[in-house]
């Protein structure tokens, strides 16, 4: 008999879709799993390189290859992320991503899941765990530097977790902005539009950065004496979205140290130390002070898409059909 071989195993794959993977995710159950994930991060329990990009310099696109093993939960899985800013033109995605899900005792390919509410979802919700750890308790002022889809997913996990009284949201380009507010209209009793970044966050407890910008957005003279930013864009060397004043004021939290020294604009442009990992905090093993300006580095980890992504196996993915 012959051995089956990647190729007649595929008649066995699940191929996932963004709707089911949308229609199944929660932040209730996804939250949780994402601090579980970077608390074993940062405990040594995940084997994960540093991700590979690829520039695709005539195309302005970029492909990152993220892998990780977590150990102690025993996932295996594989994203890719096609990350073309201009694809907005022809009405597709900036991010046009792929998880391979993996049996990590064969290495056979049990699922190949579309992942694009996985990274919109896992983003948000570590900025939700690095929220719950480091801003303030009463914190009930929001403010969203950007109006795409990592804005949207912050904006709904964050008042799924918290309450936000006031939401004030600055956009490049005004239109979509207000287009934006007037979607989010129903989380929070004022939702706002502003034009200029000052206005969005000088009164802001808990502020998002989710841009393209090259060049900084958030400026340190603007903020408050206690705010926590969740800086979410800017994940490669050349790019930045807070100027050298922010990163001087904050304390600089990372998902992800070695990530964090190798890719953040802000980081590596300002010589910025990290002061720890946001796993460090939930292992007990560093306190910050809250009452502080506080920075969770966000570059997006491949462990989260293995988390994320083994939530969906285990609530859909087993049951499933093979195919579509
Ligand atoms: N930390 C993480 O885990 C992840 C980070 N990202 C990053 O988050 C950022 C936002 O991603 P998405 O919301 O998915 O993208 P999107 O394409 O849906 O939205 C992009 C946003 O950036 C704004 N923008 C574009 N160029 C700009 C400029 N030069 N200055 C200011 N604003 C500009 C647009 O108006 C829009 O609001 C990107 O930098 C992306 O690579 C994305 C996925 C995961
Ligand atoms: O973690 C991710 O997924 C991404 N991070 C930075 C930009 C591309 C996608």
Known sequence: MQEPTTFNMVSRLKLISNSVIESTLTYKELVPAIEKCLANFSAGKVVQPLRSVVPVEPHNGLLFSMCAHDTSEDVLALKNVALYPDNHKQGLSSHLTQVLYFQPSTGALLAVMDGESITAMRTAAASVVATKYLAKEDSKVLSILGAGV???????????????????????????GEKFCEEIKHLAKVVKFCPSTKEAVCDADVIVTATFSSTPILHGQDLKESVHINSVGACTPHLRELDDRCMELCAVIADSRVSALAESGDIISAKKEVLCEVGNIING???????????????????EDVTAANLVWEKVGKQQPVGF
């Open 150 to 176: 990592q804005a949207y997913s912050h904006a709904k996990a964050l008042t799924s977790s918290f309450k936000f009284d006031k939401i004030f949201i600055w956009n490049r380009t005004q239109s979509t």
């Open 285 to 303: 093993e560093v306190e910050v002070n809250r009452t502080r300006r506080t920075l969770f580095k966000s570059l997006g980890i491949a462990v």
